[in-house]
């Protein structure tokens, strides 16, 4: 049996790029993004009530490579440091025989403008352009499950890294975002309090500066101590 799907929008985000991406949604709420429906779908009335829920479930393809990559019946998750296998179906890999993804996101609600109607989103960890395939409300009572075993994905026993801003960076953060509207600062300081480093790179210790695009905006940081300081916040066509 071949079944086929449609998407019915895209998203809309400040990730081009896969690098910097948070593992889980949720995890940076500065991360606002936008579900543009395509025209068929953009309709008010498909979401009448949904107003009454706070966050939803966003059903999406991994796209990019992942389409034509292929599959793997093991993967090597980025959470155990690339050196352990399990199955694919224990994970949530995106190379997959069917490469679909779940996201649980707070809805913000609808907004019409001249490129057509888009849902509203906070905490996504989607990058620009994923296809979206369907938007479920999140329902407590049945989707949170309080007593669930979480296998290896524990949440992280460390804190948040310390981000902290050069003057340079400071200024070319204003630039990129001289109204606020983007919440460019917070992002960048929720992101790399993550430390989006591969689990790998502890075997390179020597390395210490690394780069992560947002918006259109490449930003430079660079390991001091415990600490993630940021010392350039570019336009992508200036960087280096």
Known sequence: MNLTFSPIGTIRSPYTDKFG?????????AAEARVELLPDYAREEA???????????????????????????????????????VGVFASRAPYRPNPIGISAVEQLGLE????????RVRGIDLL???????????VPYADSLPDARSGFATAPAVDPADVTFSVDAL??????????????????????????????MDRYPER???????????????IEGKAMHVVAVEPLADAT
């Open 112 to 119: 019409r403008n001249p490129n057509g109607l888009a849902l």
């Open 208 to 222: 210490r500066e690394f780069a992560v695009r947002l918006y259109d905006r490449n930003i430079r940081w660079r």
């Open 21 to 29: 991406i948070p593992r889980q949604p949720g995890l940076v709420t």
């Open 47 to 85: 979401f009448k009530g949904l107003e009454g829920f706070s966050h939803v479930w966003i059903l999406f393809v991994f796209h990019d490579d992942c389409l034509t990559a292929g599959w793997s019946p093991t993967v090597r998750p980025p959470r155990l440091g690339g050196r352990e296998s």
């Open 171 to 200: 200024e070319g953060t204003v630039a990129a975002d001289p109204t606020g509207e983007r919440r460019l600062r917070e992002l960048i300081a929720q992101v790399l309090a993550q430390d989006p480093r591969p689990g790998y």
């Open 128 to 138: 620009d352009g994923t296809p979206v395939l369907d938007i479920k409300p999140y």
